[in-house]
């Protein structure tokens, strides 16, 4: 797994990608980036000298820092995204009430519609309490342009407040008894509120451009494949605003988009899966053309995202994705010393290795193979093109990676005729 040492930390001036095994304590991953600090924080979480890679949230994507940040992987608890506004694809968690505005705030969005110090967002069981913190524009429930404005809203798994030009949904909310979210309070001041936004369209009283009630949904930047990626998206516009629109339609699709002219390029997109032979493109574009599928224009989005915050939104899609219990892809690196057991006296062959990484955590949730414990035999079955011959190479080279070559040689065939590991330390 990947795992970045911010510059802080080491006393230089650009940050570190370290390759680390699952297992590995915080405190070799320092050592091996020549880090002077004994602790290092991960989001908002202090982590010991001895947290083990694997163990949330030293996931892979985890950005760590020289003191608290916004999360670089995905939050386990309650939470709150910023799904939409001028500056959205923040996620922070929700384990202590969290301030937020545009300056002195725990959660600082760049949204002049903002107060300094907006809102206070409180989780409970259930769900959440949002207070407003005497700013000028006050909370509105459901993400919508409510005229009445209050002061107090009580929100359930999922749903939404606007805050300024910003929407924010609360995730991860303890369920009550019943196995249900506990709905919202709703009386008749709320009911005129919905029937006077919809009246207003999507414009506040200032003639601002917002995301309004839940148009939010099909774009977005916190949550991987919430937009289709197989349709072929324009992003038309100029400058910034056109840049910050496609790193929200990206964020939304889950992966990067196919490689051609007039596309987003930039280096937190390292961190998406690459995009698969039937996904369309997204292009930037002045005009419209006429093969787009989506035309997405910078004048009417209520949606952007800055280079920092898509960096950290890639980084939290690419934490959740190696939490997978079949991994898409495993890396060399993360089995190379990850668990293979020690051989007990003189005469144990000690045929152990491991041949995959079943799911974030120290090294006991490796795949293992063990000849000694389960063989002397094994036997690799599926479907044709379903990965057989690789799992048998894979399985042979995880013994030559950890292993002298015991005698005799274990003898590997392959019955369908693909290519077959001849013997130790040969593939």
Known sequence: MRITIDSGLRGAGTPLDIE????????????????????????????????????????????????????????????????????AGAVFPLDEPVTVGRGDADLVLADPALSRRHARIEARTGHAVVTDLGSVNGVAPNGSLTVAARRT????????????????????????????SARPERHALDAAGRVLSALAS????????????????SLDPTSPGSAPARASVAVV???????????????????RPPRCEDVLDEAWLAW??????????????????????RVLRTRDAAVAVSARRAELAARRA?????????????????????????????????????????SPGPAGTAWMLDLDAHGPHALVAGDPGTGRTTALVT?????????????????ATDRAGGAAAGGPHKA
């Open 202 to 217: 999507a414009l506040s009283a200032r003639g601002r451009r917002s995301a309004d009630g839940h148009a939010w949904r």
């Open 272 to 293: 998406l899966p690459a995009a698969r032979p039937e996904d369309g493109g997204v292009v930037l574009a002045r005009e419209s053309p006429p093969w787009a599928d």
């Open 395 to 411: 399985a042979v080279l995880a013994l030559a990676l950890t292993r002298d070559p015991p005698p005799p040689p274990p003898p």
């Open 20 to 87: 680390a095994v699952p297992g590995a304590t915080l405190a070799e991953i320092l050592a091996c980036a020549d880090a002077r600090a004994s602790h290092a924080w991960c989001g908002a979480e202090r982590l010991a000298p001895e947290h083990r890679a694997g163990a949330h949230p030293l996931l892979h994507g985890a950005l760590l820092t020289a003191r608290p940040a916004e999360p670089s992987v995905a939050p386990r608890g309650p939470h709150v995204a910023v799904v939409a506004g001028p500056d």
């Open 318 to 358: 690419a934490s959740l994705a190696s939490s997978r219990e079949l991994p898409a892809s495993v890396r060399w690196a993360d089995l190379a010393a990850c668990g293979a057991p020690e051989p007990e006296g003189l005469l144990a062959t000690a045929l152990g290795a491991c041949a995959g990484d079943r």
């Open 153 to 180: 809203v009580r929100l359930a798994e999922g749903e939404a407040v606007r805050l300024g030009d910003s929407v924010l949904v609360v995730r991860g909310l303890a369920v009550s008894a019943d196995g249900r």
């Open 237 to 255: 516009g100029e400058g910034e605003a056109r840049t910050a629109l496609a790193r929200a339609e990206i964020l939304a699709r889950g992966r």
